[in-house]
């Protein structure tokens, strides 16, 4: 897999802007997979599917923002396992 | 008041304390992380314990302490502008329950300013021990302050007027009942609910309980002023 340079800004710029980091998507996905009780394996599978074609959108920009990167990869998740999907989403709206 | 009296509108105030959201998201959000960090069920088990009795000894010291301040101040006989201000604070906290407890947005959004939400999240994703959850659990309660502290002097105005043994059951009730929110949540976790399906439930039906909060608020506040201001400055006159 080609390695992605594009850059993350978080929270709207409030910290500091990170290069993608695959490991850090892929667990972000798994924990949500596990959070609705899903076996590791599956949970494991589905984040590098879901990573897969996030990166696919990726390729062409060089900056996305931390929230666009969780709609992405939330859509993606959801056609895996909506129920982590929605976990997933809703992260950041629960408090 | 008599005492039946008494501890119905504890346990009313109680079930309002109870339909306020911030410790049951602090909690859904702690069992998703202890969850997805592949922690062992018993780990689960312990943080979310931790943080459920957290949450249940700091509402029960906050309406003790509330409820000696009233005795340090006023002893047993508290003045009845003191229970017509309890009774505008409860009216005003339910119509701002009315207008903004909830954010307008998608989820289970509150009125928590963002840096205060962003910093429960951060320190509930980095709560790995028991004693850390009992001390979140102690915070939730504190950052509800705004919403709780009606019912809370409200609860604390009719226990004092009761004889001692019935003012520990009252603050008994009151615990119990302000943490019955918690404790379905906790026991649905702890017996493997999806946490999907309840932060679902809690999304679909937010707008109901943002409306029964406020109006439960309103009834209590109306209820109180007529049968403890009204009838007293009526029968005195």
């Given at each position: 897999?080609a390695?992605v340079?594009?850059?993350v800004i978080k929270?709207?710029?409030?910290?500091?802007t990170e290069?993608?980091s695959?490991?850090?998507?892929?667990a972000s996905?798994?924990a949500?997979c596990?959070?609705?009780?899903?076996?590791?394996?599956?949970?494991?599978?589905?984040?590098?599917n879901v990573?897969k074609k996030?990166i696919?959108?990726?390729?062409s920009k060089p900056?996305?923002?931390?929230?666009d990167?969780r709609?992405?990869a939330g859509?993606?998740?959801?056609?895996h396992?909506p129920?982590?999907?929605y976990l997933y989403q809703q992260?950041r709206?629960t408090? | 008041m008599d005492?039946p009296?008494?501890?119905?509108i504890?346990?009313?105030?109680a079930?309002?304390h109870?339909?306020?959201?911030?410790?049951?998201?602090?909690?859904?959000?702690l069992s998703?992380?202890?969850?997805?960090s592949?922690r062992?069920?018993?780990?689960l088990?312990s943080l979310?314990t931790?943080?459920?009795?957290?949450?249940?000894?700091m509402t029960?010291?906050?309406?003790s302490?509330?409820?000696?301040?009233?005795?340090?101040?006023?002893?047993?006989e508290?003045?009845?502008v003191v229970?017509?201000?309890?009774?505008?604070?409860?009216s005003?906290?339910?119509i701002?329950?009315?207008?903004?407890?909830?954010?307008?947005?998608?989820?289970t959004?509150?009125w928590?300013p963002r840096?205060?939400?962003?910093?429960?999240?951060?320190?509930t994703?980095?709560t790995?021990?028991?004693?850390?959850?009992f001390?979140?659990?102690?915070?939730?309660?504190?950052a509800e302050?705004l919403?709780?502290?009606?019912?809370?002097l409200?609860?604390?105005?009719?226990?004092?007027e009761?004889?001692?043994?019935?003012?520990l059951?009252?603050?008994?009730?009151?615990t119990?009942?302000?943490?019955?929110?918690?404790?379905?949540?906790?026991?649905?976790?702890?017996?493997?609910?999806?946490l999907s399906?309840?932060?679902k439930?809690?999304?679909?039906?937010?707008?109901?309980?943002q409306?029964?909060a406020?109006?439960?608020?309103?009834?209590l506040?109306?209820?109180v002023y007529?049968?403890?201001?009204?009838?007293?400055?009526?029968g005195?006159?």
């Amino acid at each position: 897999m080609a390695s992605v340079l594009s850059d993350v800004i978080k929270r709207e710029g409030q910290r500091p802007t990170e290069s993608f980091s695959q490991s850090k998507l892929e667990a972000s996905l798994v924990a949500a997979c596990l959070s609705v009780r899903s076996p590791i394996g599956q949970a494991e599978s589905i984040a590098k599917n879901v990573c897969k074609k996030v990166i696919e959108w990726l390729e062409s920009k060089p900056e996305v923002t931390s929230r666009d990167l969780r709609l992405v990869a939330g859509r993606h998740l959801e056609a895996h396992h909506p129920d982590a999907a929605y976990l997933y989403q809703q992260h950041r709206v629960t408090l | 008041m008599d005492i039946p009296t008494s501890l119905a509108i504890v346990a009313f105030a109680a079930l309002l304390h109870a339909s306020f959201q911030l410790s049951v998201s602090v909690l859904t959000l702690l069992s998703s992380h202890s969850i997805g960090s592949k922690r062992p069920l018993k780990n689960l088990l312990s943080l979310t314990t931790s943080f459920v009795i957290g949450a249940a000894v700091m509402t029960l010291l906050l309406l003790s302490f509330v409820a000696l301040v009233v005795i340090s101040v006023y002893e047993t006989e508290v003045p009845l502008v003191v229970w017509a201000v309890a009774c505008g604070l409860l009216s005003g906290v339910g119509i701002a329950v009315w207008i903004f407890y909830y954010r307008r947005e998608q989820g289970t959004s509150l009125w928590l300013p963002r840096g205060t939400a962003r910093f429960l999240s951060d320190r509930t994703k980095a709560t790995t021990h028991p004693a850390e959850a009992f001390s979140l659990g102690l915070t939730s309660v504190i950052a509800e302050l705004l919403f709780i502290i009606a019912p809370l002097l409200v609860s604390a105005l009719v226990l004092v007027e009761l004889p001692a043994l019935w003012q520990l059951i009252g603050i008994a009730v009151y615990t119990v009942i302000a943490s019955l929110s918690l404790i379905i949540v906790w026991v649905l976790i702890g017996s493997g609910h999806a946490l999907s399906g309840i932060q679902k439930w809690r999304e679909s039906n937010k707008r109901f309980l943002q409306f029964a909060a406020g109006s439960g608020l309103l009834i209590l506040g109306i209820f109180v002023y007529v049968s403890k201001v009204l009838s007293t400055a009526v029968g005195g006159m």
